[in-house]
C-alpha cells in the first residue's frame, strides 16, 4: 500500500465509483446526483472547491478522502472532511488511518482550528475508528439541511 497522495483529474472515474459504493453502503443508492464533468470542473478548474487525497493498493484508488474549508465563527479557519471513503474490499487493511493521517496533516499544514465530519449513528464501525483516533463524537447535535428542493419551497415562501 503506498501513501496516501493528492487526487489528480484522472483519479475521478474511481473517486465517483467509489462515492456511489459509498450511497449504497449508506442506504441511499439513488442520492448521488455529482457527475464525473462535475467532479472534474468542481476539483481541479480556476478555483478548486474541494481537495481530495486518495490511496492505493495495487495502483487501484481503493480510498478517499475529500475536504474543503469552513469558517467557524467561534474558531476561524476549519476544514470539512465530506467523506472518507475505503472500498468494501480493502477496509481493514489501514487505508482509512492513512487517509484521516494525510487529512490531520493537511489541515495542520493549512492552520485550521478544527476538523468536522458527520457519521451516520448506525455506523458504528465508524464511529468506533473515529474515536479510537481522539475524534469527539458530538451526538448531541443534529446536522441540518436544505436540500434543492427545500430551497426552492423557502424562496417561494418569501
Avoid at 468506533?128 to 451526538?139: I, P, T
Amino acid at each position: 500500500m503506498k501513501a496516501p497522495r493528492l487526487a489528480a483529474i484522472e483519479d475521478m472515474p474511481r473517486v465517483l465509483e467509489l462515492i456511489n459504493e459509498l450511497a449504497i453502503y449508506e442506504k441511499e443508492p439513488d442520492a448521488v446526483e455529482v457527475t464525473l464533468e462535475l467532479l472534474e470542473s468542481d476539483g481541479f478548474g480556476k478555483q478548486p472547491k474541494f481537495t481530495c487525497f486518495v490511496a492505493e493498493v495495487k495502483n487501484k484508488v481503493e480510498g478517499i478522502a475529500l475536504v474543503y474549508p469552513r469558517y467557524s465563527t467561534w474558531k476561524g479557519t476549519v476544514l470539512h472532511l465530506e467523506d472518507l471513503i475505503v472500498s468494501e474490499a480493502c477496509r481493514g487493511l489501514g487505508l482509512g488511518t492513512k487517509l484521516l493521517d494525510k487529512v490531520v496533516c493537511y489541515g495542520k499544514n493549512l492552520g485550521v482550528k478544527r476538523i468536522s465530519w458527520e457519521v451516520l449513528d448506525w455506523n458504528e464501525p465508524a464511529i468506533k475508528f473515529y474515536e479510537s483516533k481522539g475524534a469527539n463524537v458530538m451526538r448531541d447535535w443534529d446536522v441540518v439541511q436544505l436540500n434543492e428542493k427545500g430551497i426552492e419551497n423557502y424562496i417561494n415562501k418569501l
